[in-house]
């Protein structure tokens, strides 16, 4: 695989709108051509989506400048570079975007990018000693003043270099693992860089380790294990901070079966492992997770291969679910999506690659996802827009009755999933008129518990929990 990049729920009070998409997902890159979306960020003023191939070249390293809520500005932006899979990872420094890829030769480069789309200065090389045996071998992040470039050398350990915002090399390669590592990820606390890697032991034996590296390049402590035991931990992992601790996701192998489950686990500043979280289980197929924390939850996508879906879900700083899982991007003309996010300028940009299963023919696509938002006490009142009320009775001690409000003539859905994601009913598939409606959710057979309530209509998503309780 690669990298192209239960706790109860909330306090009943609390009503929470869901997940809001842009009405339309746009295309970026797409074309006779194998085209990868590499990686996604949003600075504010604009975002940047990088881009691996063009029509030239499937190699060729390219960006496109993205304008709030769709619209692609300017042309794409070539580097006159070449990178080796997965293509360029970017992070945005308050005034320019920094690009860095591995190439052929072994060197890791860097370019950066201004908001309008000029090349600022020329190409530069961060590292001549690159490992390309793995895609995940490489990440980086801005702490304020300086970039942490990491890197898996080609001794496979795992090194970090600080770069500045005018793309000089500060001070020399950082040795940062003690061990073999690959599939890195990193975030800053505001103090210190945490960074993760998972440790090839043997193919039936990897374990992710971790190592908190200040922001002057100064180790703090020592390698320590995050996740051991005898299940299988491979492939992506994906870091962030929401102001208190770190969550990691990654996969992990419930048992010698093929399939892996998304685990999430909390870390302090200091390095203490707290509790861990299931994202998504290994029964729905998931993979290659992403993670972004955007001042109040944190968003974890993942491609659900049971759905052959890209799916987003947001979570509490507490690792709690605060919403139900839904569909960033889907399955479309044979191609299944993969791909995930990152969070700036108050809003996520989402990217994804719908890829062919020969690899040979990719579409780049994206995506804006607004913040879910809460106001406690209080529901949404149908005002001349989409709207999706709170259940009555809440709990549910009988049929309930859910209401919701069409602006206009549309296709609506209206479904309630259960705590894993699973759609247990279908209450509403049909083109409906502009105007108040209402329906009857019946539990049936269900059990007593939480579950989610999700009407998608036009581009317009938003989920609600229900509590069944009879």
Known sequence: MFKPFISFMMAMGLALTGAVLNAQEFPVAVGRDSTIGSCAVYGGENGIITILGDTLDQSNVTAQLIGYPDSLIGARISIG???????????????????????SDNSLNGQFISTSGGLVGSYFT???????????????????????????????????????????????????????????????????YLTAWVEVIQDSDKDIYGQFVGGNGSLSGSNFLIDGGPNLSDNPTSLAFDGSRYLLVYHETPDTG??????????????????????????????????????????????????????????????IPVDAPFVIFDYVAGKVPVGGCGFGGGKYLAVGSRMDYNFTDGDVYGRFIEPLTGVAGREERPTGRFALTQNYPNPADRPAVISYQLPASVFAELKVYDMLGRAVKTLVSEHQGAGSHSVKFNPGSLGNGVYFYRLQAGGFVETKKLVLMR
């Open 81 to 103: 570079r070449q990178a080796e899979f997965p293509g360029a990872l970017t992070a945005f420094d308050g005034t320019n975007y920094l690009l860095a890829w591995r190439e």
């Open 126 to 192: 961060i590292a001549a000693n690159a490992s390309l045996m793995h895609p995940g071998d490489f990440g980086l992040a801005f702490n304020d003043t300086s970039y942490m470039v990491l890197f898996v050398k080609t001794d496979t350990l795992l090194y970090g270099q600080r770069v500045s915002k005018s793309g000089s090399l500060i001070g020399g390669q950082i040795q940062i693992s003690s061990n073999l590592a690959r599939d890195i990820s990193l975030a800053y606390d505001g103090a210190n």
């Open 258 to 319: 093929t399939k892996w489950t998304i685990m999430g686990r909390f870390i302090t500043t200091s390095g203490v492992l707290q509790d861990s979280i299931v994202v998504c289980d290994s029964i729905l197929d998931p993979g290659m997770p992403s993670i972004a924390f955007d001042g109040t939850n944190y968003l974890i996508t993942w491609s659900q291969y049971s759905i052959l879906s890209l799916l987003g879900r947001f979570w509490s700083p507490a690792g």
